[in-house]
């Protein structure tokens, strides 16, 4: 079975700055989506950023961008130029490549402030 | 209306009442998910429809029973309900995902949850 862990379940940074959430992972698949959602506090959970497994080459989205260490199940996110919007739960997710069911494995989240 | 939307926003019952959660989709998808969000854990799903089909139930009790009259539309019907049972839930749809072949990601997107609180 899948396993997903956010270790950092409260994080804060001052705006402008950059943070990096951690993830970590666990699984025998070889090809597999990671992702990193967000859910501000009106709660519509949205998707940040999504990185294929077989790709060697770290996803980018504006701000965004991942740190993905395959061999480590290790997959962080890194937001650059923090901005009050940003602030909001971050959600780890794993997905099966040949996909059954469309199931996403969570992590418990991480709250992220960010402060001006 | 564009999106997925989800009625009520908020919700509060007692363990013998019965209600429902609606869930709308928008977007012309054809798959749609509840899942269940408790404070400090991490999303769960609970059930799964394809195509109007429940293709998954993660182990659901029998207190909570879906239905899916077609792609647009997913109801969750609440029946004495437990006090652990107080969470966020929440609707997800997407494209369907091209089941029993290799499969492409399609995003799911989700909408803005029920608060359920049961007393």
């Known amino acids: 079975a899948q396993t997903v862990t956010q270790s950092q379940p409260e994080m804060s940074v001052q705006e402008a700055e950059t943070v990096t959430l951690s993830c970590t992972y666990d699984?025998?698949?070889?090809?597999?989506?990671l992702f990193w959602y967000k859910q501000p506090p009106s709660r519509q959970m949205i998707l940040v950023i999504r990185?294929?497994?077989?790709?060697?080459q770290n996803a980018t989205e504006n701000r965004f961008s991942v740190n993905f260490q395959k061999a480590a199940k290790s997959f962080s996110l890194k937001i650059s130029d923090s901005q009050l919007g940003d602030t909001a739960m971050y959600f780890c997710?794993?997905?099966?490549?040949?996909?059954?069911?469309?199931?996403?494995?969570f992590g418990q989240g991480t709250e992220l402030s960010v402060k001006p | 209306e564009t999106g997925v939307t989800q009625t009520p926003r908020h919700l509060v019952m007692g363990m013998t009442n019965k209600k429902s959660l609606k869930c709308e989709q928008h977007?012309?998808?054809?798959?749609m998910y509840w899942y269940k969000q408790s404070a400090k854990k991490p999303l769960e799903l609970m059930f799964v429809?394809?195509?109007?089909?429940?293709?998954e139930n993660n182990s659901v009790p029998s207190r909570f029973s879906p239905e899916c009259p077609n792609s647009s539309h997913l109801f969750l019907h609440l029946h004495t309900l437990q006090p652990e049972d107080s969470a966020l839930y929440l609707c997800?749809?997407?494209?369907?995902?091209?089941?029993?072949?290799?499969?492409?990601?399609?995003?799911?997107?989700f909408g803005p949850g029920t608060r359920l609180t049961v007393l």
């Open positions: 997800a749809s997407s494209q369907d995902w091209n089941r029993g072949r290799v499969s492409s990601y399609n995003e799911q997107f």
């Open positions: 699984t025998s698949e070889n090809n597999y989506y």
């Open positions: 990185q294929e497994a077989y790709k060697q």
């Open positions: 997710a794993f997905m099966k490549h040949y996909n059954q069911g469309g199931k996403l494995i």
């Open positions: 977007l012309g998808h054809n798959a």
């Open positions: 429809y394809s195509l109007e089909e429940r293709v």
